[in-house]
């Protein structure tokens, strides 16, 4: 006899009021489901021995008839059976992260870590490229404690001159009591006692006083406390944006905008300088997808009221847009053509790279492996055509279906057929059936 055992981890989620305040699994029409319900028996059992941590490979020990309190020896070797390495009853499997630690201490137990990046840019390459850009005269920086370690690096560039720099960072909590802990974090990342402007990271309601979440009372008591100077929102959905802006309770509002934007999103730029509110543009160069620079500054720059935020990792990009402090870029007949082409190209659905469809189930990277087939052609091909770039593009053979990532779109994108389409243009590159640059 065959089993098929079936985890519905995280499956509760939490009510969404565009839902009619149902949790997605409440929402969803689930007819197998219900019918294996109806022929089966339900009960429920406690996967999680008294005195031990909850967890997922605790309760799935248990799921599957090992009790933990004898075989549980954390992840780690359950991690290397599941990539196939062999394991001894004598092994023992280490499960780790790779760290940078500061020298200057006389001993270890006082060093700190500086930096944890893998193929991100290293804590101490960022912190030159941000001094850089300071000393070229650009003076506000955006990040997030969700933007990997991209808050500690900016602790790091600007520690001993925060007054001269503004900073922005953002909080996803849900409760008053994440928010306070995701603020101290921020504080002591970015290794300050206070932050220009905070905002709330992309929430699917416009957080108001009276929701009932608390979430902007807190914002109000820590600009009280000195925490925060000023409050924003960002966002990439409409309706939040226009709640927002119309709410009168937000000094910015942060939402995707280039030369690819709808007069939807024109309108919201207009909508922001009529209520004195800053407009700050993410997404300026769509995800990548853009690669004329003078083009994007030249589109931002026609609205007064727009700060837009050029995302940069290599010290030839931010010399790029530094030269531009000097000698901005003006709309022409030009740049004008590169600007239609683009819409041209860019045209109908395609996948923006923001992420908030993430994490896939299969491990799918969605945010590039659903705009393949545009990064092959507006980027060098050889960097799309590496096996590591193979191997993510063939997890999508992997797909579930499940539609998590669609649901998740702020976009309202079918991002299972994007996938699927972005595949088959990606293997007919492979086998040269289809020419790119």
């Known amino acids: 006899m065959k089993y098929i055992v079936v985890l519905g981890d995280g499956m509760a989620d939490q009510p969404i009021p565009e839902l009619g305040d149902k949790t997605p699994l409440e929402y969803a029409k689930t007819p197998m489901m219900d019918s294996l319900a109806q022929l089966g028996e339900i009960g429920m059992v406690h996967t999680i021995p008294d005195g031990m941590k909850p967890g997922s490979d605790t309760a799935n020990l248990s799921v599957l008839g090992y009790n933990p309190r004898k075989y549980y020896s954390g992840r780690s070797p359950l991690e290397a059976l599941s990539i196939g390495a062999p394991m001894k009853d004598t092994d023992i499997a280490l499960r780790c992260n790779l760290v940078t630690l500061s020298e200057d201490e006389d001993t270890y137990e006082e060093r700190t870590i500086i930096d944890h990046s893998s ?14 850009a300071y000393d070229a005269g650009i003076t506000f920086f955006d990040t997030a404690r969700f933007y990997t370690d991209s808050e500690e690096k900016l602790g790091v560039a600007f520690e001993g001159m925060r007054e001269k720099v503004y900073i922005a960072t953002k909080t996803a909590a849900s409760t008053p009591e994440e928010f306070w802990s995701q603020l101290q974090t921020s504080l002591t990342n970015l290794k300050t006692d206070y932050i220009d402007l905070y905002q709330f990271h992309n929430p699917a309601v416009c957080p108001k006083p009276g929701d009932g979440s608390g979430l902007y009372e807190a914002m109000l008591e820590a600009k009280a406390q000195g925490k925060i100077r000023h409050i924003g929102i960002t966002n990439h959905r409409l309706a939040v944006a226009r709640e927002a802006i119309e709410s009168g309770l937000y000094e ?13 999103d024109i309108e919201l730029v207009a909508a922001c300088k009529k209520a004195n509110m800053g407009f700050i543009a993410m997404k300026a160069l769509s ?14 720059a026609q609205y007064d009221n727009v700060l837009p935020i050029w995302g940069v990792q290599k010290e030839s990009e931010l010399d790029e847009f530094i030269s531009y402090i000097d000698n901005p870029p003006v709309m022409n007949e030009e740049l004008q053509a590169v600007i239609v082409h683009d819409r041209e190209q860019l045209s109908g659905d395609f996948c923006r790279g923001c992420g908030y469809c993430m994490p896939c189930p299969v491990g799918i990277e969605i945010n590039n492996c659903a705009r393949m087939s545009l990064l092959l052609r507006r980027s060098p091909s050889e960097l799309q055509l590496t096996e590591e770039v193979q191997g993510k593009m063939k997890k999508i053979e992997n797909c579930l279906h499940c539609n998590q990532c669609k649901s998740k779109c702020p976009y309202g994108l079918d991002t299972p057929a994007l996938l699927a389409k972005n595949y088959e243009d990606y293997k007919k590159v492979l086998a040269g059936e289809v020419k790119v640059n």
């Open 119 to 132: 193929d991100e840019i290293s804590t101490e390459d960022a912190a030159a490229l941000a001094r850089k």
């Open 287 to 300: 995800g990548g997808l853009i690669t004329n620079s003078a083009a994007a500054y030249a589109f931002e």
């Open 252 to 264: 910015t509002l942060q939402f995707p905008f280039c030369y690819l934007a709808t007069e939807k």
